[in-house]
């Protein structure tokens, strides 16, 4: 199958040697959302009015921080809170106010609404996201039209387990009956036998703090906490 434009991330991550190739397409789909927020497009208009309805998450707020356009993030969060006191002031006068994302708006008329929908949106997220989803598609769609790319599944060191989730459901939805009990077969094997195998990596790793194995090879238990914490928590850590 030729490739196109869309499905060279997802090769690429399948051609890496990494615990959860989803995760290795969200890492990089997230430095590059953080890149974006941060570089030039910050004053664009349309961005602005973005970051100003949808602000940012807890966990993009710190990394915003620690990047070096501090100007840049001040002045989003200047017009994000001018806009936060006014629709709330308006809302505490029983006035309802437009709230939405990039892709749906919704009319919030109680303060406690509007507070929620608040907590719960992210201008980088929802970037990412929308291109995320795509990234799944297309794995369905690579299943169900390129023979060489299940045995890329079969190679790979599988999931972690949130995106083991996201493919187990996503393949109901989008292969056939017959094509998603042969994708559950491999993506079964491929997810437990990973699983395993990192589980088995972790135990030895506790094992060599026991004085009886002190002198035995380590084996590949040496990073095997940051390997782990990727399986089980689907986000990456310093190894180091």
């Known amino acids: ?10 090769n690429d991550a399948f051609n890496s040697d990494c615990e959860c190739v989803l995760c290795s397409m969200y ?7 953080i890149e974006y927020t941060m570089g030039p497009s910050y004053m664009e208009d349309d961005n602005r009015a973005m970051t100003d309805k949808l602000g940012f998450c807890k966990h993009h707020a710190r990394i915003l921080y620690g990047e070096k356009n501090r100007l840049g993030l001040a002045l989003m969060l200047k ?4 806009k936060t006191i006014k629709d709330l ?21 109680s303060v406690g609404d509007y507070v929620r929908t ?17 990234y799944i598609d297309t794995i369905l769609h690579l299943w169900k039209k390129d023979p060489s790319f299940k045995d890329k599944l ?6 972690c387990t949130y995106h083991y989730g996201i493919l187990y459901d996503a393949g109901a939805t989008k292969l056939s009956k017959e094509q998603y009990s042969d994708f559950l ?30 002198d035995e090879p380590w084996k590949n238990s040496k990073d095997a906490l940051p390997r782990g914490i990727i399986k089980t928590n689907h986000t990456f850590v310093d190894p180091q």
């Open 27 to 33: 890492d990089e789909l997230e430095k590059n959302a």
């Open 185 to 214: 077969d491999v993506l079964n094997k491929v997810y437990f036998e990973n699983m395993e195998r990192v589980n088995g990596d972790i135990g030895w790793f506790i094992d060599k703090f026991d004085y009886r194995f002190k």
């Open 79 to 82: 017009t994000h809170t001018d």
């Open 154 to 159: 079969i190679n790979s060191k599988g999931f």
């Open 1 to 10: 199958m030729a490739e196109q434009l869309y499905t060279i991330p997802v």
């Open 118 to 134: 608040l907590e719960n949106s992210c201008f980088i997220c929802e970037r990412i996201e929308k291109t995320f989803d795509r």
């Open 89 to 109: 002031k308006a809302l505490s006068e029983n006035k309802p106010v437009t709230q939405g994302g990039l892709f749906k708006k919704q009319v919030i008329s």
